[in-house]
């Protein structure tokens, strides 16, 4: 880069050969307004840094790869907001579990939750059982194992079942 010296244009070596001025680009609700201090890493590298303003009012440091790759398109706001849409929306993930087994029951589908005597309520799955039969079950029985079957089997008989098995 050229630079001045007592009125004479030099050529001199940048400190960062690679590095680009982000200053006044934006990354999604980011806008550059500076350079940060660099991040050292725990290897001793230095990493190029850029303080950025999101879109809500939060200033925030975010690294120069993060940016640019797009990574990082927010102070974390966004992310924030994801993360609480999803907890008020519980049926979304409904599809993680449907067709996944426990003991020998598979899940074929959420049902209407189920109401405990507080009134707090826990999801409920239809699920088939090996034997053919259906049965309505609690997500936190089946997961800590209480249920594993429509009641054609215990829970002792599956752990017989899967040391035959194995
Ligand atoms: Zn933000
Ligand atoms: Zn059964």
Not at 46 to 66: E, F, M, P
Not at 73 to 102: L, W
């Amino acid at each position: 880069m050229l630079q001045a010296f007592n009125g004479v244009l030099v050529m001199v070596k940048s400190p960062h050969p690679s590095l680009v001025d982000l200053t006044g680009q934006r990354f999604g609700k980011l806008t550059v307004i500076k350079r940060a201090d660099d991040i050292v890493t725990k290897s001793g590298k230095k990493l190029v840094a850029w303080v950025c303003k999101c879109d809500c009012g939060k200033k925030c440091v975010i690294r120069s790869t993060n940016l640019k790759s797009g990574n990082t398109t927010s102070c974390g706001c966004v992310a924030k907001k994801i993360r609480r849409t999803k907890r008020d929306t519980p049926n979304k993930n409904a599809e993680d579990f449907i067709g996944r087994q426990f003991g020998v029951l598979t899940i074929e589908k959420e049902i209407k939750p189920y109401r405990d005597p507080k009134g707090n309520k826990r999801r409920r799955f239809r699920c088939k059982c090996y034997c053919g039969k259906y049965k309505d079950v609690r997500i936190d029985e089946l997961t800590n194992g209480f249920v594993v079957s429509c009641g054609c089997l215990s829970a002792r008989d599956f752990e017989r079942l899967k040391e035959i098995v194995r």
